[in-house]
């Protein structure tokens, strides 16, 4: 094992969600991610990617970072530090949006969810939990709100697949059918208090499950339970991975850095301008989509191997002996059966068709097909 592996760099102090037993009791592979002990696989991860696709999965997500903006300017806090418009955000609705640095790059992408008039809930990468905790607090400084830490607040359990909407409301009276996508709402499940969401981050219909953490066994055995008839199945962050790459979903610290704004993600919808006042980053932002109009960047686009070689993040993109580009994220697909990857690439070589593409595999440029993102979408 590498240096550079990160299962061989061990935290001070490695943190186990309030699921940990029970992981261990079901055989699961475990691995660090992030500072966190979590299920990588249970036993076969493209079996489990399968169920997610075909029937139901189940994830252990509490490794995620909650924090909590309230006050009577919370809404005008999180307008001047994130790049979208949560002000306009209504009461139990969610938005996808990214905060930034003054330089433009992007600190993190993020849901936040409008839990009341004057109180939201923030909900980070664990990878950069701290860093945006670090960042909202210091930017709260001139604002009449509290930035509150409440990672050990939450456990956030997980149910994705087309299975799932019928296997929560076997345990739940709350109306999952008016929960609309990004949107989340205070209910029951199994007896259980819980911010009901439904967002997900597999391509699939699915929701999530904020509780606290002494409620998180009871609702994972009442959801394994429920789904026993129509084959619903433990998960872990491996086919996590493979399900998300297949739906086209950027993953922090791949797709996303403090290296790129979000117009170099192609993302720069998330950055409202149109919003009232300043916000951090607002200069270089309106800087980078100038740039961007006039000059694309490099562009992100799906790969599709024409062989049986998988390309891994870092991996040089290549066209007529020339590097136009850098694979993001790879993987064996299990729905298309082939290896795939995202990668950026110079904006000549993004178009869906383009010819004569490859990923160079350790010396070898193996052909590689240029297509739209995602690579996959479910059925409605």
Not at 168 to 182: E, P, S
Request: charged residues 20%; negative net charge.
């Amino acid at each position: 094992m590498s240096s550079t592996d990160p299962a061989s760099v061990q935290p001070a102090e490695q943190r186990h969600t309030a699921l940990d037993a029970v992981h261990r009791a079901l055989g699961a592979t475990m691995t660090d991610f992030a500072g966190w002990d979590m299920p990588l696989r249970y036993g076969s991860e493209r079996d489990e990617h399968h169920a997610v696709r075909t029937r139901a999965g189940l994830f252990d997500l509490s490794h995620m970072g909650e924090i909590t903006v309230a006050g009577p300017q919370a809404a005008a806090l999180l307008d001047f530090a994130l790049v979208g418009n949560i002000g306009a955000v209504k009461a139990g609705r969610a938005r996808y949006t990214m905060i930034c640095r003054a330089d433009g790059g992007i600190l993190d992408d993020l849901i936040v969810y409008r839990l009341a008039e004057t109180e939201f809930m923030v909900v980070a990468n664990a990878s950069n939990a701290q860093v945006v905790l670090d960042a909202l607090t210091e930017r709260a400084g001139a604002f009449d709100a509290e930035v509150r830490d409440d990672r050990d607040a939450y456990a956030l359990i997980a149910v994705q697949g087309p299975e799932s909407p019928g296997i929560l409301a076997a345990i739940t009276d709350a109306d999952l059918d008016g929960l609309k996508y990004y949107a989340g709402l205070p209910g029951t499940v199994a007896g259980v208090p819980a911010l009901i969401a439904r967002t997900g981050y597999t391509g699939e219909d699915g929701f999530e499950l904020f509780v606290r953490p002494e409620h998180a066994v009871e609702l994972w055995q009442a959801l394994t339970k429920a789904g026993e008839g129509v084959g619903l199945v433990p998960c872990g962050l491996s086919c996590r991975d493979t399900l998300r790459l297949e739906a086209g979903m950027p993953l922090y610290g791949h797709e996303l850095s403090t290296s790129l704004t979000p117009f170099d993600a192609g993302l720069g919808r998330v950055v409202k301008f149109d919003k009232d006042g300043d916000f951090v980053g607002r200069a270089a932002l309106e800087a980078a989509a100038g740039r961007a109009a006039e000059q694309p960047p490099r562009v992100l686009v799906g790969l599709v191997a024409e062989g049986r070689r998988v390309p891994r993040a870092g991996y040089a993109v290549v066209a007529g002996g020339e590097v136009i580009g850098e694979v993001t994220s790879g993987a064996p697909s299990p729905t298309l059966g082939r290896p795939i990857a995202m990668a950026y690439v110079d904006a000549a070589h993004a178009a869906p068709g383009t010819a004569g593409v490859g990923v160079d595999i350790r010396g070898s440029h193996e052909p590689y097909e240029v297509v739209a993102l995602p690579f996959y979408k479910r059925r409605k």
